[in-house]
């Protein structure tokens, strides 16, 4: 029979363990060794991220309903729709083209800013859809 210092010590061991894990960023890698399959949590830099593309989306949705260009509304609603977001309704006054191009560049920084590389992928096609949509402009 353990001693209730041998069954303390063990679960203080295995404690500081699973912190090292977390701390180390480690623990996902734990988990898919033994066969589990870790939910992935969105990192706080990406959730900013996230928000600011959102916001910036808006913008350019906006612009391009006050312009009256029905492909471009298409494109960028798709996209909000695929960040998880309502595409806006509101409309904007502005130059279509530039606002357009001014959204690739951020895009495709958005994208080498994100951690998860399926973010960024996801921001970088963004961009380049953004890209094709000037010549719509």
Do not use: C, W, Y
Not at 37 to 54: N, Q, W, Y
């Amino acid at each position: 029979m353990s001693s209730r210092r041998v069954v303390i010590a063990a679960a203080g061991g295995a404690a500081v363990g699973l912190a090292g894990l977390f701390v180390t960023d480690t623990f996902d890698d734990a988990l898919r060794a033994v066969g589990a399959t870790p939910k992935p949590l969105p990192r706080p830099e990406d959730t900013s991220l996230l928000r600011a593309v959102v916001e910036d989306q808006q913008r350019v949705l906006a612009v391009a309903r006050g312009a009256a260009n029905p492909e471009v509304v298409t494109l960028v609603s798709a996209q909000l729709e695929q960040l998880g977001t309502t595409p806006g309704t509101g409309t904007e006054a502005g130059d279509l083209a530039e606002v357009l191009r001014t959204a690739v560049g951020h895009r495709a920084t958005d994208a080498r800013a994100a951690i998860s590389p399926d973010f960024a992928q996801v921001l970088a096609s963004m961009s380049a859809g953004l890209a094709q949509a000037v010549t719509l402009a």
